[in-house]
């Protein structure tokens, strides 16, 4: 082989080794793109261990019938030992234009959001964490019992 050729297989391999690797990525499917408040998708890791880095997502899959700009969300992230962490979290699904973020081609986009980044988890084992939707209206105590246009609910861990 020429030179040229061997250099091109070593960059490209670099360049696809570079990223980090999924330990775990799984979608919860919401039953005709509603969101119901009491609907919580839970997921179960598979071992994840204590001497490893990692990066926690949230995926979300919307489509044009979400009729909000946000997105409130609530976490439990439980150890193997029963411990739990609750997080209250919001994120930006559209520009102030009303364009949609997040990837994809026609009524459904796929947002990838971050949830616990550079993380070190404090013991090896299966963890649970549960996501469940926290939209109210405005001036409104009472949450929104169904939520339209959420479609799935998704946990991606990636291993840095």
């Not at 799984?26 to 509603?34: A, S, T, W």
Request: charged share 30%.
């Amino acid at each position: 082989m020429h030179r040229a050729t061997y250099l091109l297989i070593f960059l490209g391999a670099l360049l696809t080794g570079c990223g980090n690797a999924v330990e775990f990525s799984e979608f919860h499917p919401l039953e005709n793109g509603r969101w119901d408040r009491d609907d919580i998708a839970e997921f179960k890791t598979p071992e994840l261990s204590s001497d490893q880095v990692y990066d926690f997502y949230i995926n979300v899959r919307n489509d044009e019938s979400f009729p909000y700009s946000n997105l409130f969300l609530i976490t439990e992230l439980e150890s193997p030992e029963g411990e739990t962490t609750r997080d209250t979290l919001e994120y930006v699904m559209a520009e102030a234009d009303g364009t949609w973020l997040g990837l994809g081609y026609g009524s459904i986009k796929e947002n990838k959001l971050w949830y616990k980044e550079n993380i070190k988890l404090p013991v090896s084992g299966v963890y649970t964490i549960r996501i469940e939707q926290a939209m109210r209206k405005n001036g409104s105590v009472e949450g929104i019992s169904e939520l339209e246009g959420i479609t799935d609910v998704g946990l991606e861990i990636e291993r840095r």
